[in-house]
């Protein structure tokens, strides 16, 4: 069956330092997600990504944030000048269709420590 | 904004035994989904079952089922003969039917099935 994926699957960075992470999403999937996890808390929306825009965002996607599909497979989400608390998990999903009762499958996850 | 809440941060059960874990919600919206995703270690988080909120009936997959109370905004999942292989942090999760992009996913509850 096929898989979101992501890598890498732990990044450690340096305060202020950018990080990319990626994801390849289901290959004929159209819609496009990226949700962070801190420690302890909820799963939390980012981002949403359709036809090359972004349809949807949260309070949190800020300008240190942005998404691109630089090609036909990837998905990445780059975080500029990192702070402590981005320290996090980010989860990449991808779904067919996009309407709310499309299921969005996820995956494992990045493990992203800022120190 | 939407709030779900999993008041259980963690559950056991024995092995054959039934589980039943609980999700309350906060919405003004009448109509809307609701999700539970299971998230074994170190895996993605993959969709275990599923309610449309217009639907009265009670949604079931093989041996796991919900119950659905809407007036009170609860949706618990029933894990019936819990197996090994269902040890994993199950997320609540609510979606709106009109805006419909985002997950809402309450904190989690982390199940050990005991043999």
């Known amino acids: 069956e096929p898989e979101v994926t992501q890598t890498p699957s732990h990044q450690v960075t340096q305060m202020g330092q950018e990080v990319i992470l990626r994801c390849v999403p289901i290959?004929?999937?159209?819609?496009f997600y990226w949700y962070r996890q801190i420690l302890g808390q909820k799963v939390e929306f980012l981002v949403s990504?359709?036809?090359?825009?972004?349809?949807?965002k949260s309070e949190i996607f800020d300008d240190q944030f942005s998404v691109e599909r630089p090609d036909g497979s990837n998905f990445t989400l780059k975080i500029r000048s990192t702070k402590l608390e981005d320290s996090a998990m980010y989860f990449c999903?991808?779904?067919?269709?996009?309407?709310?009762?499309?299921?969005?499958?996820f995956g494992p996850g990045t493990r992203l420590t800022v120190l | 904004a939407q709030t779900v809440t999993q008041s259980q941060p963690e559950m056991s059960v024995q092995e054959a035994e039934t589980v039943t874990l609980s999700c309350t919600y906060d919405?003004?919206?009448?109509?809307?989904?609701l999700f539970w995703y299971k998230q074994p270690p170190s895996r993605q988080m993959i969709l275990v079952i599923r309610?449309?909120?217009?639907?009265?009936q009670n949604a079931t997959e093989n041996r796991f089922s919900v119950n659905f109370q809407k007036a009170a905004k609860s949706f618990s999942l029933k894990i019936s003969d819990s197996q090994l292989g269902d040890a994993a942090m199950y997320f609540c999760?609510?979606?709106?039917?009109?805006?419909?992009?985002?997950?809402?996913f309450g904190t989690g509850t982390s199940l050990t099935v005991i043999p």
């Open positions: 999903a991808s779904s067919e269709l996009g309407g709310p009762a499309d299921t969005q499958y």
């Open positions: 290959s004929n999937h159209l819609y």
């Open positions: 990504f359709y036809n090359n825009e972004i349809s949807e």
């Open positions: 919405t003004s919206e009448s109509d809307y989904y």
């Open positions: 309610q449309e909120a217009y639907k009265q």
């Open positions: 999760a609510y979606r709106s039917y009109y805006t419909g992009n985002q997950f809402y």
